[in-house]
């Protein structure tokens, strides 16, 4: 996953905390990266938010925005293989590095998203 069409063209600083929603396995990896959460531990992520030549930032935290967006997600990575896909309820922390922008698969699947510096992942939906 990666964010495009980004609102902004510099990281914003979490103000408080965010509330938002992770795509994961049954063993709480991430399905891009396959990095293994543990909930209610706050991960961070030791780089810069940075961007390809075309504008998209492939290295952070992703997350979504809303429920709606993450089921999307979860429904194409069922569609597309045989993971198990889980939404889970986290948190971009106050003090956290993020863009907003969009997660876009296949040029038709468009959802609002968030990549940050750090995420805690509370418990599923």
Known sequence: MCLSNLTTKKAKTAKEDIPC???LDEYLRSPYMWYVYKLGEKVSIDCSLCR???GQIMIGLHSF????DAETESIIW????SKNIIIHKAIIP???KY???FSIMHNTYIRKA???TELIVLEKV
């Not at 925005?65 to 709606?68: I, N, S």
């Open 114 to 116: 968030y990549t940050s």
């Open 94 to 96: 106050k003090g956290a």
């Open 99 to 101: 863009f907003e922008g």
């Open 52 to 54: 390809n030549e075309v």
């Open 65 to 68: 925005q809303t429920l709606k």
């Open 21 to 23: 929603f992770k795509a």
């Open 78 to 81: 069922r569609n597309n293989s």
